[in-house]
C-alpha cells in the first residue's frame, strides 16, 4: 500500500504560479513512477506530468514550458510547479504513484483554481 499526501492548491490569478506537493508513504519502494493528473467537470481525467526513479520525466502539450514536475527520493516527494496559470488549468489535481507491479493509488486531490 502506498498513501499520497498532496497540497499546495489554491486561488490564482491567470498568469499565476504555485508549487503542489505529492509525499508518499507506505511501501515507496514499490514505486516506479509518480505523476499529476487533473480532471475538471466535463472532461476526463488526464495526465499533467509524471516523473520516473531515474528522472525521466512526460509532459501533457497543453503544460510544456509553463509546468515542471520533480521528485525528491530521499523525502518521498514529488513537486510540480506550475507557472502562467489558465483557467483552463483549473481543475482538481490528483498525485498518482505507480508500483512495480502496475498497481496505482490516488492521493485525495487538490483543487487549483485560476481565476481573476
Known amino acids: 500500500q502506498v498513501q499520497l499526501v498532496e497540497s499546495g492548491g489554491g486561488l490564482v490569478q491567470p498568469g499565476g504560479s504555485l508549487r503542489l506537493s505529492c509525499a508518499a508513504s507506505?511501501?515507496?519502494?514499490?514505486?516506479?513512477?509518480m505523476g499529476w493528473y487533473r480532471h475538471s467537470p466535463g472532461k476526463q481525467r488526464e495526465l499533467v506530468a509524471n516523473?520516473?526513479?531515474?528522472?525521466?520525466?512526460n509532459y501533457a502539450d497543453s503544460v510544456k514550458g509553463r509546468f515542471t514536475i520533480s521528485r525528491d527520493n530521499a523525502k518521498n516527494t514529488v513537486l510540480l510547479q506550475v507557472n502562467s496559470l489558465r483557467p483552463e488549468d483549473t481543475a482538481v489535481y490528483y498525485c498518482?504513484?505507480?508500483?512495480?507491479?502496475?498497481?496505482?493509488?490516488w492521493g485525495q486531490g487538490t483543487q487549483v483554481t485560476v481565476s481573476s
Open positions: 516523473i520516473t526513479t531515474s528522472g525521466s520525466t
Open positions: 507506505g511501501s515507496i519502494f514499490s514505486i516506479s513512477v
Open positions: 498518482n504513484s505507480h508500483t512495480l507491479r502496475s498497481l496505482d493509488y
